[in-house]
């Protein structure tokens, strides 16, 4: 699997590219060309034609949840591309009205909308994306220590209700070695994903994890998850997106935390 950095928080110094408070990463493994998510403007485009990616290619486009710094980018991939073959692949909540207060943070296309640019795959169960890559559907809870929290409110059948963000899920790629995770916020914890992808995966060997945590304070969930990043021996470590600088600094005391920028290039 080869993973491009298309959009992040940060960039590279001396590589020219741009960055926006939003993922976007492209991946190519065997037939595949595939978008985890596509930030929240056109710059992942902008991003993807610098790193020479054809988007025309696409095969593939998994949303790791539906907040729109994560799928407000589809407005302008479909504006510019006709790719009616690809598939999309979410959680079956992922694209419902999300707001908080007046404010909408989700995505700019419902559901049925996104029907008439590309195959729609909506889960809550595992789907496969190859023989080796798995996007996982709804994370149960396996810990104590991950609470969900509360943002904003989603729209269901019977109204707004308060958002546990249930549609927030990551890719598992699985390897001779072992699994790869490559996850958009992880608003369902971190460790629940990893401790979800080694069942799904049925392999407890953890490689490296990329992507956001949606950890920002030092408190016994950040002790907890460190405890758990060591129990699993994750050596491959890159954290971004929405992971403070004081957390990064506290896990790199423990595991060598490598650095995450809009260029950034892994052959995993």
């Not at 403007?41 to 539906?66: M, P, R, T, Y």
């Not at 707004?160 to 990551?170: C, E, H, K, M, N």
């Not at 407890?204 to 408190?219: A, E, K, N, S």
Request: glycine share 6%; hydrophobic share 35%.
């Amino acid at each position: 699997m080869k993973l491009k950095v298309l959009v992040d928080n940060n960039t590279y110094i001396d590589n020219y590219f741009y960055a926006e408070p939003a993922v976007s990463f492209y991946i190519e493994d065997e037939d595949r060309r595939i978008l985890f998510d596509v930030g929240y403007s056109d710059l992942f485009i902008q991003n993807a034609l610098a790193f020479q990616v054809n988007l025309k290619d696409v095969s593939d486009i998994v949303i790791s949840h539906g907040h729109n710094d994560h799928t407000g980018g589809l407005k302008y991939l479909f504006e510019q591309f006709d790719i009616p073959d690809a598939r999309i692949i979410a959680h079956s909540k992922a694209f419902n009205e999300k707001k908080i207060g007046e404010t909408r943070i989700c995505s700019p296309f419902s559901a049925q909308q996104l029907q008439k640019y590309a195959q729609l795959i909506l889960s809550d169960k595992p789907v496969k994306i190859n023989g080796d890559m798995c996007f996982l559907g709804e994370i149960p809870s396996s810990n104590d220590f991950e609470k969900r929290k509360l943002i904003g409110q989603v729209l269901l059948d019977d109204g707004y209700t308060d958002d546990l963000v249930l549609d927030d899920s990551a890719v598992a790629y699985k390897t001779d070695k072992g699994i790869y995770i490559v996850t958009g916020c992880s608003h369902s914890g971190i460790c629940n994903i990893i401790e979800y992808s080694k069942h799904v995966c049925n392999d407890d060997r953890i490689l490296g994890v990329i992507g956001g945590f949606h950890i920002f304070d030092l408190d016994q969930q950040l002790e907890k998850t460190i405890e758990y990043f060591l129990k699993n021996g994750i050596s491959d470590l890159y954290p971004c997106h929405c992971v403070s600088f004081n957390v990064k600094a506290e896990m790199h005391k423990y595991i060598p935390v490598k650095e995450v920028g809009v260029s950034l290039e892994l052959d995993w």
